[in-house]
């Protein structure tokens, strides 16, 4: 049985980036993408997504204190 991991409200909103959103965050942060956090391409939300290895996540949580906190994540195998 697959659940969706995107129904609870609770779930934090997934996406691929844009190769031009990810060079705008990796020149803001003065990064490489492998120096971002990792996210495995077995994890349930980068399934769902269909994200292959090398995409960039952006993964937007509420937060009560930052309205909207978003994390970047760099799929790997």
Do not use: Q
């Not at 609770?10 to 990064?31: D, G």
């Not at 399934?47 to 204190?65: F, H, P, Q, W």
């Amino acid at each position: 049985m697959d659940i969706d991991v995107f129904i609870s409200r609770l779930s934090p909103k997934y996406r691929i980036m844009k190769e031009e959103e990810v060079e705008a965050i990796l020149n803001k942060f003065k990064v490489v993408t492998r120096d971002l956090p990792k996210i495995k391409l077995t994890d349930p939300a980068v399934k769902k997504l269909n994200a292959t290895e090398g995409n960039v996540l952006e993964i937007t949580r509420d937060s009560k204190t930052a309205g909207d906190a978003k994390y970047y994540r760099f799929v790997v195998k």
